[in-house]
């Protein structure tokens, strides 16, 4: 059962929203302020908070802004109720994290729909957390204890029969032990910079590269796709026409975005399969374009995308973490470039990375 907590200090009020939603169901808390709303949410932990905005001893922005700080309640649903329809207020209602908003006088299913609504909000964030457990616990133990066995069975090797083995395959055990070790060092590589991403994001940092730290868009690009390229033995795959922009964006941070969509590329296509990188240049955009024709993905694949979590993981045969590609979108959503991704299966995998006007220099 929904448990609601109802915060509102007209009596005749309260009684007649606790009497609706008991009769559709659901469980209810009663509060006559923000202080006494806040002891109850944090002594009964509801699913769903209503609260009234003008109330005595503390109103319903403290009582959200006090919710958003404890680490339990921060992210339950809260809806206020207001007899005001200023669209000033609703703003700055939601920019305090507020979910919903619904003004005085209303009818009954516009609040059991709005609660229903949250409700259903919730289930879906909490099965994509779910997902992401499983697929942490499914996907990075293997990713982590692989390498690991690799490394310390080639050293107990070379450690207790050291004069059993001749200089090739005391080289060739290094080599191996160097592969797994680099494999190693990357996935937790890209699992410190996802997380660092997404505290950027959750911090709302607002990053002002200045001129100095600019990069030209054209010149990182053939760098790096060369690089990942030879890496995968397929130079001869990979087509690149750029006109080239330069743009305000940290170095590292453009490198992570476009090594991720570039090595995403040839990771899922095959030998002679086109790799295509080009640009154009509009009024009120930069967009570069990255397509292989390779496995591509299903529309409800592309949808899906979550970290820790590679798209037909099995058919592919394909070792990795599953951050890659959802590292790459997240850096994109922190500068606000526009991350477009178009594919069909088994036919090619295009992104388009729109970065807008604000984030370019003109070349000299």
């Known amino acids: 059962m929904c448990k609601v907590l109802v915060v509102e200090d007209s009596e005749e009020m309260l009684s007649n929203i606790a009497a609706i939603l008991s009769l559709n169901g659901f469980e209810v808390l009663a ?191 053939y760098y790096r796709a060369g690089e990942i390229a030879a890496h995968y033995s397929r130079s001869q795959d990979l087509n690149i026409l750029l006109t080239g922009m330069n743009l305000k964006i940290s170095e590292e941070h453009f490198g992570i975005l476009i090594d991720e969509i570039i090595d995403n590329a040839f990771k899922f296509s095959s030998k002679n399969d086109a790799v295509e990188i080009k640009d154009c240049n509009t009024e009120f955009y930069y967009m570069i374009e990255i397509t292989n024709k390779g496995c591509g993905m299903s529309q409800s694949g592309i949808d899906n995308i979550v970290p820790f979590f590679q798209f037909n993981r099995k058919q592919n045969a394909q070792a990795g973490n599953g951050l890659g590609l959802i590292t790459a979108i997240k850096i994109a959503q922190l500068y606000d470039f526009k991350m477009e991704i178009k594919s069909e299966l088994n036919q090619f995998f295009t992104v388009q990375l729109k970065i807008p006007g604000v984030r370019m220099y003109s070349i000299n």
Do not use: C
């Open 31 to 221: 509060a006559r302020d923000g202080r006494e709303g806040l002891t109850s949410a944090k002594n009964n932990f509801p699913d769903v908070i209503v609260s009234d905005v003008m109330m005595p001893v503390m109103n319903g922005y403290e009582m959200l802004d006090a919710v958003r700080g404890n680490e339990v309640l921060q992210t339950t649903p809260f809806i206020f109720l207001t007899a005001k329809v200023d669209r000033s207020e609703i703003r700055t209602g939601m920019a305090s994290g507020a979910d919903d908003y619904i003004t005085k006088p209303f009818k009954s299913t516009e609040l059991i729909d709005a609660i229903n609504a949250q409700m259903k909000k919730k289930e879906r964030v909490a099965q994509k957390y779910s997902e992401i457990a499983h697929n942490i616990s499914s996907y990075m133990p293997h990713e982590l204890r692989t390498p690991l066995v690799a490394i310390m069975g080639y050293t107990d090797l070379l450690i207790n029969d050291l004069s059993d083995w001749d200089k090739e395959s005391i080289t060739n055990m290094l080599i191996n032990v160097k592969k797994a070790s680099s494999r190693l060092y990357k996935t937790i590589e890209k699992f410190i910079r996802y997380s660092e991403i997404e505290l950027m994001i959750a911090n709302r940092k607002e990053y002002f590269i200045s001129p100095d730290e600019s990069i030209s868009a054209k010149e990182n690009i």
